[in-house]
């Protein structure tokens, strides 16, 4: 069984910059493709940014690409999202997730089997 355990989040101003951890259980953390979503109130969750297995390559939605870096440290079984820039528009729980697979452009929840239980990024005007 994978666990996934967020941290990192909280209340910044715009402009700040916040990094988030995801601490990922078991042996096999490097099989996986990891993912972050985040979802607003109202809204459905929705996709930041993937990194592959070994983490040479990486995706990330329109909206963050360019103030959001995603990275992972296999020895350490996990998985960051560096967040610089931020707007209040960037408001919402995170996510991380994991999958099975050697793709990385994994952009759908579907596509995920383990999720973490989220952590608040609250960023004020």
């Known amino acids: 069984q994978v666990q996934l355990v967020e941290s990192g989040g909280g209340l910044v101003q715009a402009g700040d910059s916040l990094r988030l951890s995801c601490a990922v259980s078991?042996?096999?953390?490097?099989?996986?493709?990891m993912g972050w979503f985040r979802q607003a109130p109202g809204n459905e969750r929705e996709f930041v940014a993937s990194i592959s297995r070994s983490g040479g390559a990486t995706y990330y939605a329109e909206a963050v690409k360019g103030r959001f870096t995603i990275s992972r440290d296999n020895a350490k079984n996990t998985v960051y999202l560096l967040m610089n820039t931020l707007k209040p528009q960037d408001t919402a729980v995170y996510y991380c997730?994991?999958?099975?697979?050697?793709?990385?452009?994994?952009?759908?929840?579907?596509?995920?089997?383990?999720w973490g239980q989220g952590t608040q990024v609250t960023v004020s005007s």
């Open positions: 078991g042996r096999t953390f490097s099989l996986y493709t």
């Open positions: 997730a994991a999958v099975l697979t050697f793709g990385v452009a994994v952009t759908s929840t579907d596509g995920y089997n383990y």
